[in-house]
């Protein structure tokens, strides 16, 4: 295939691909492989047809077709990076994943020994691909291909959850449900959610006799140590709303808050531990059940976990005092196979290369900045700026990612 016959391809899956608004959720958010093979193949026209750009480039490639498309599938580089700005601004992305939002932490107090550690959310608004704040929800994930969000309402629990179109901006419709809702999180393909119930507001803390941010000084805001109010969890059919609701009452060695996820098939639940083994799995009924092979040594706290052909795990923290860097290990055996840089492994961009917190060199924890790292190399491509201090108003924020 010649360099014409590569661009006239392309073009031709774009225009072919490009998902309608029309059709219903279950549509949107199932089409990630085909948004990845578009971006495939506009990459190969790009470069046989030697378009010199920057390392961030922005190359735009419309179908022609007068209809709304997404800010995340406009922009088809392979590195989006702004690291000038943090909290960032514009659109960051890198490979198959993008950051779909961030959030900020502040804490509203309820009376003068308890209060509620909120979170603020700027999510990617696909009309301009800027991030907008918004205090409309406590909690919110978002789907593969970054058309659609689930949100739950300020006051936690609550008792339905929001379908929002990300284009839009508007709540779909309301998946009503029967015990209070604290955390949600998708299945890898989309098509499911995982919805944490709890009895009381996870977020909730209280005044305690502690230096929790090391000032010096003590009478911190903490969360409640040794309980937790989680109940159990849904899982619910995203296209038709249906849910099933599974109780799990131990809440030995569990966090405060400590939501479910879906593990890399979507066909089982997980939830961390504050002790060994780190992670405990479920069925869908509650039921606990072993590790899947593939993810018997992943840790809950390491966000990155399997790479997406699954041969690959992230690990924890392995660096040395002088340095910032962490581990990549075999999934079977557990055994180390490379060190990457980064303090934090937050998600694979694709099958080598991931994106991480790094630290400052001759800094600290608190003064790092989301990069992309490959396996095998010394390379680091900054995405963002750095984060200062420990707080919101110093400059922390926490990224949400999703596949684009």
């Known amino acids: 295939m010649n360099v014409e016959e590569l661009v006239r391809e392309s073009l031709r899956e774009q225009a072919v691909e490009q998902p309608a608004l029309g059709p219903g959720f279950a549509d949107r958010v199932l089409t990630t492989r085909r948004r990845r093979r578009t971006r495939t193949f506009a990459s190969v026209a790009a470069a046989t047809a030697a378009v010199v750009a920057v390392a961030v ?25 702004h690291p000038g700005q943090t909290p960032p601004r514009d659109l960051i992305a890198a490979g198959d994943t993008a950051l779909a939002a961030y959030y900020t932490r502040h804490n509203v107090e309820q009376t003068a020994t308890r209060a509620v550690a909120t979170r603020t959310y700027h999510l990617l608004d696909q009309k301009t691909g800027k991030y907008v704040k918004t205090t409309k929800w406590s909690v919110l994930a978002v789907a593969p291909g970054m058309r659609t969000a689930a949100v739950l309402e300020n006051e936690l629990p609550t008792r339905r959850i929001g379908v929002l179109d990300l284009l839009t901006g508007k709540v779909e419709r309301w998946i009503p449900v029967d015990r209070g809702v604290a955390g949600i999180e998708f299945s890898p393909d989309g098509s499911k959610l995982v919805a944490t119930t709890y009895a009381k507001n996870p977020d909730l803390i209280y005044k305690a006799d502690y230096d929790s941010d090391g000032d010096g000084k003590k009478n911190d805001w903490m969360p409640r140590f040794g309980e937790s109010d989680r109940t159990g969890f849904y ?139 490959t396996i095998g190399s010394d390379k680091v491509v900054p995405l963002s700026g750095f984060r200062k201090g420990n707080d919101g108003a110093g400059g922390r924020w926490t990224p949400v990612f999703a596949e684009r």
């Open 235 to 373: 899982v619910i059919d995203v296209a038709s709303g249906k849910a099933s609701w599974a109780k799990v009452a131990e809440t030995k060695d569990v966090n405060v808050r400590q939501d479910f996820a879906f593990d890399a098939d979507g066909k089982l639940v997980y939830s961390g531990l504050t002790t060994e083994p780190n992670d405990q799995y479920y069925d869908f009924e509650g039921h606990k059940v072993d590790k899947p092979a593939k993810e018997k040594y992943l840790h809950w706290f390491v966000d990155a976990r399997l790479s997406p052909n699954g041969k690959l795990a992230a690990g924890d923290f392995a660096g040395g005092a002088k340095t910032t860097a962490s581990a990549i290990n075999d999934p079977d055996t557990g055994k180390r196979l490379y060190k990457v840089h980064g303090q934090q492994l937050l998600a694979w961009a694709d099958d080598k290369r991931l994106i991480a917190w790094d630290i400052a060199p001759g800094t600290n924890e608190f003064h790092n900045r989301l990069v992309l790292v």
């Open 57 to 81: 480039a922005v190359p735009l490639l419309h179908s022609g077709e007068d209809r709304a498309r997404l800010a995340s599938e406009m922009n088809l580089s392979d590195i989006i990076a």
